[in-house]
């Protein structure tokens, strides 16, 4: 029997994902001019005025400053380059001055727009330092954004082994514009990171007083509830959580860690089951130790345990016969976790409900990194919800699966003629894993998508039990596909099956 939900009617989130834009220079004073500049001059003295006023935050706090800096139009880049000009990062290493830009104002908005303005930090500190090893923008941009993402990965509440300096070194192999970074600056950068996480100057009450007036502002109807992410270190990937998000499952599962991030496996001394009572909230499921209470605050320990859903995929544990019901999660990042759910239904119903609100939410992912013919590199993928509609959702999932396809056979057709246990094998099965997995995601996602849509309705379960009635009589729940029996569309391979059998 399909267990209930607290919440399950889609249409809150559905309206949240649809906010509009955060960062409007709407919010400057009344009767300032500033925005209705026209021409080309005009806009430049507009763009100084306002760079200058938020530098100085003059009627301005510290986390308004980036909702002006990253947004994707000539106005917000010239407010955005005029800002910078008040940095004088000459004779700082990059990571000093990174330190100096961070402690200015918070990170926040959209990982794109985050982007925009660490992009903007780049171009300053090349134009400062113009005879440095970093002297190429986008190569310091690339450092800039590896030193944020290994912050995170060194300082942030990250499940297993953190990255070493060999690992830093050899994921940024080729991406200086098709080279290789000096070893000896990465490991400095590596050290430094290490050694003092990555800061900014902001108190804690006046981000979450700022962040709240955000939510209040564009939210209509009601207050919500607003907190940071497990990782409060990283401001390019951490954003603020709605607390009160529509709760869409809740039930117990015995959860075992089988894999760290990349993929590699989980020392044995951690791979023990350990059970909670579990919430997806929002694109988070969380891990609780004490039974779920719709309004009881979420602690820290359960912060640390939470598991981030967004591009995540969950399938039935075919390669696991040690319990039942097993379920496997394969996060963003590709860790994997084992969960042990009471009964078959409910094991399906997880599956159904993740893939579900991963395939509606989840933000389109910004390209891999280029440059590298010597390592494989997956795409950033945002952990902010889409602000895409439902269609235009289904659209960009559709025009992903086209292009992972396309890429899988062309990849097909190059294989390498090098010694199978070569470096060069190596990187080429890692893609090929990778393209496959990510078309079996795609896949799953448009079914779901679809089905939702032909549901025409919001109500988590009525969908969920037009899904499980489309399985039923497919061949009932407790039909078993072969390793290659892999079907697509509303089927059980889609629905909960991993690409290519065993991993």
């Known amino acids: ?25 709407e919010r400057l004073e009344r009767g300032s001019t500033d925005t209705l500049a026209n021409g080309c001059r005009a806009d430049c003295e507009a763009a100084k005025r306002l760079a200058k006023r938020l530098y100085h935050l003059e009627g301005f706090k510290r986390c308004d400053v980036a909702r002006h800096l990253g947004k994707n139009n000539e106005f917000s880049q010239l407010v955005a380059s005029e800002y910078l000009s008040f940095f004088d990062f000459s004779g700082l290493s990059l990571d000093r001055a990174l330190r100096n830009f961070l402690k200015a104002f918070p990170l926040m908005g959209e990982t794109q727009e985050r982007e925009r303005v660490l992009v903007h930090f780049s171009r300053r500190f090349c134009h400062c330092n113009p005879q440095t090893l970093t002297s190429e923008e986008d190569g310091a941009h690339t450092l800039t954004c590896a030193l944020m993402l290994l912050n995170t990965d060194l300082h942030g509440h990250n499940i297993g082994k953190k990255m070493s300096c060999q690992q830093f070194i050899s994921n940024l192999d080729g991406l200086n514009n098709g080279k ?44 919500k509830r607003v907190a940071r992410v497990t990782d409060g270190h990283n401001p390019f990937i951490a954003i603020p959580i709605l607390l009160n998000a529509v709760t869409y499952k809740h039930g117990v599962l015995t959860r075992k860690s089988h894999a760290d991030m990349d993929g590699k496996r989980t020392p044995r001394g951690r791979r023990g089951w350990k059970k909670f009572y579990a919430v997806l909230k929002g694109m988070i499921l969380y891990l609780q130790k004490d039974e779920y209470k719709p309004d009881a605050d979420i602690s ?21 016969s040690k319990r039942a019901n097993v379920l496997k999660l394969k996060t963003s990042d590709w860790r994997v976790f084992l969960l042990h759910a009471p009964s078959e239904e409910e094991m399906m119903s997880w599956i159904f409900r993740i893939n579900l609100v991963a395939a509606l939410f989840s933000a389109p992912a910004f390209p891999a990194a280029i440059g590298s013919m010597k390592k494989f590199c997956r795409p950033i993928l945002p952990s902010s919800s889409t602000r895409l509609k439902q269609e235009e959702q289904l659209l960009s999932h559709e025009s992903k699966l086209k292009q992972m396809s396309l890429e899988l056979e062309e990849h097909r057709k190059n294989s390498p003629s090098a010694d199978p246990k070569s470096r060069e094998w190596e990187e080429y099965r890692l893609k090929e894993h990778y393209l496959t997995y990510e078309k079996t995601r795609y896949e799953t ?59």
């Open 1 to 25: 029997m399909i267990s209930s939900v607290s919440d399950a009617n889609l249409t809150d989130v559905l309206s949240d994902s649809e906010e509009c834009d955060l960062g409007s220079l």
């Open 180 to 223: 290789d970074f000096p070893k000896d600056l990465l490991k400095v950068l590596y050290n430094s990171i290490k050694n003092e996480k990555l800061e900014w100057a902001v108190e804690e009450e006046e981000l979450r007083k700022s962040l709240s007036e955000l939510v209040e502002e564009q939210c209509e109807g009601g207050s």
């Open 300 to 320: 820290e320990v359960d912060l640390k345990n939470a598991v981030r859903i967004h591009h995540a995929l969950a399938t039935r544990a075919t390669d696991y």
């Open 445 to 503: 996602y448009i079914s779901l998508l679809q089905a939702k849509i032909r549901a025409e309705t919001d109500d988590l379960e009525k969908i969920e039990a037009s899904v499980m009635t489309g399985l039923i009589m497919e061949g009932g729940l407790a039909s078993r596909e072969t390793k290659n029996e892999r079907r697509t569309g509303l089927s059980l391979s889609s629905l909960s099956c991993p690409p290519g059998g065993r991993q």
